[in-house]
């Protein structure tokens, strides 16, 4: 289903840089790069032959006015990004040259580029499936090189490859159960009832299985969070600003510096880590302050990890321990800050507290053991994640909440089986569900499922 029109949109970053481009896709594209690019020196635009770059001008037409400097790509379809005709003009990247370009491409027939229009019209043009073309935001968006990897596996097809097994086998299980409604109690083979409650269950474990990969795989995607809680001057904005490498943070020798919390995103071996930092917590009348408990309660609520910190050059306080009693043990990660100090902590204290843990000891502003804190902290992501990313998917929301209601509809169809309901009745269910498998690869769709999808692009991609 090839377009009528020819898209046209900068595809690149408008700003200051090296190369900047405008590119066009379409039936004209190839029509409107000619009527606007003039090769340098007179030499001749083969416009047969492919791939070929071209150097020479941009021109207005009308005006003759002198546009860019420009490497002028054509790529015939099929074979070129949305399998149609697309031309690629590489300008210098000032937002004025490109600007103009656009404009002229604009002017001479061609429509301006909705977000997402190429991605969207390599799908619709069956280059790649739905699964893969929001794959290709991932690729975009992705924070680390981990995320980029699984963003990759997806775009070359792996989800869309694990969805059509599935469909397939639950095709197979409906053709059978079509089957005998066909021919009801004639000479066919029937599936026993337990058969048919094995292969569901199958599919049942195999769709679970999808959802808490993708889960895992969002890890990568979105991020753990890591919160930094103690009481005030132990150096919680210290590290945060030692691992962030910079000073975000306000650091002073006052305690109760920080008032709010500040959230920082780094990269902990491959994986992307969000780093709180939080206002100390302080004891008043022999209670720890209620108000600075709700602040960061709601961020130790949300954290995955939380590093627990105190000040090894002190001896513990009650604070220390009311703040240790208030801390789910299974996600508290302890660090000993001011190593580089001599050292008044109970260790063994501390030890009691959180029984077969290692605590690591730190200077967050001499950075010693820095390391060993990443490492520990990556130990805590991957448990996480424990799947290596080859297996590991990105759901987005959309195709996680169209994989539940599959399993959903599974699951009704089990029942059904259970309760010895009709085939008709079961048939419907699996019918249902083998349409959700569909959505993620976009064979089955709404126009408006569409546009939401490939809204979240830019212009241009
Ligand atoms: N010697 C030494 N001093 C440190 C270390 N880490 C932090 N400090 C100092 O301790 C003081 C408090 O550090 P902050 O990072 O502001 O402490 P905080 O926990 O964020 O304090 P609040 O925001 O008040 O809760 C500052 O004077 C830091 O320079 C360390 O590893 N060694
Ligand atoms: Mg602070």
Same mark, same amino acid.
């Given at each position: ?168 086998? @639950? /095709? &197979?299980?409906?053709?059978? !159960? +079509?089957? %005998?409604?066909?021919?009801?109690? $004639?000479?066919? =083979? ?118 627990? @910190? /105190? &000040?090894?050059?002190?001896? !513990? +306080?009650? %604070?220390?321990?009311?703040?240790? $009693?208030?801390? =789910? ?133």
């Amino acid at each position: 289903m090839i377009s009528e029109d020819t898209i046209s949109a900068i595809a690149t970053p408008i700003g200051e840089s090296g190369i900047g481009i405008v590119r066009m896709s379409g039936k004209e594209s190839f029509l409107i790069a000619r009527k606007i690019f003039q090769p340098s020196c007179g030499k001749k635009v083969n416009w047969k032959t492919p791939f070929k770059t071209h150097y020479g001008w941009i021109i207005d037409p009308e005006s003759k006015e002198l546009i860019d400097e420009v490497l002028l790509t054509l790529m015939p379809a099929p074979k070129s990004y949305t399998r149609e005709d697309i031309a690629e003009i590489n300008c210098h990247s000032g937002p004025v040259p490109l600007r103009k370009t656009l404009r002229l491409t604009l002017k001479l027939g061609a429509r301006l580029a909705e977000a997402g229009e190429f991605t969207k019209r390599a799908f619709l043009n069956g280059r790649i499936d739905l699964a893969q073309a929001e794959s290709v935001l991932e690729v975009v968006q992705a924070k680390t090189e981990k995320s980029l990897q699984i963003a990759l596996n997806q775009l070359k097809g792996g989800l869309s490859e694990k969805i059509n097994t599935l469909k397939k086998k @639950m /095709v &197979d299980f409906l053709s059978c !159960l +079509e089957a %005998e409604i066909e021919f009801g109690e $004639e000479d066919i =083979e029937h599936l026993s009832r337990k058969d048919e409650e094995s292969r569901l269950k199958d599919i049942l474990v195999q769709i679970a299985l999808l959802l808490k990969t993708a889960r895992r795989g969002r890890v990568y995607k979105e991020g753990l969070k890591a919160v930094i809680v103690g009481r005030p001057n132990v150096g919680k904005s210290s590290l945060l600003n030692t691992l962030l490498q910079r000073e975000r943070a306000i650091v002073s020798h006052t305690p109760g510096t920080t008032r709010d919390t500040i959230e920082e995103m780094i990269n902990i071996k491959g994986f992307p880590l969000w780093i709180i930092d939080t206002a100390g917590l302080r004891e008043v009348e022999g209670k720890i302050e209620e108000e600075a408990v709700r602040r960061t309660h709601a961020k130790l609520e949300e954290a995955n990890i939380i590093l627990l @910190m /105190v &000040d090894g050059s002190l001896p !513990l +306080e009650k %604070e220390d321990i009311s703040i240790f $009693e208030r801390m =789910e043990k299974e996600k508290t990660l302890l660090i000993v800050n001011k190593i580089d100090l001599p050292q008044r902590i109970d260790k063994e204290k501390i030890e009691s507290f959180f029984p077969g843990q290692e605590v690591v000891e730190i200077s967050a502003t001499e950075e010693i053991n820095l390391e060993k804190l990443k490492e520990r902290t990556a130990g805590f992501a991957l448990k996480e994640a424990t799947l290596s990313s080859s297996d590991s998917f990105i759901l987005s929301i959309r195709q996680e909440q169209v994989l539940e209601q599959a399993r959903q509809n599974v699951e009704r169809a089990l029942l059904g089986i259970r309760g010895e309901l009709s085939e008709e009745l079961i048939a419907f269910d699996l019918r249902e569900a083998i349409d959700r498998l569909g959505e993620i690869t976009g064979e089955v769709l709404a126009d408006d499922i569409l546009d939401q999808i490939f809204s979240h692009f830019c212009i241009g991609k």
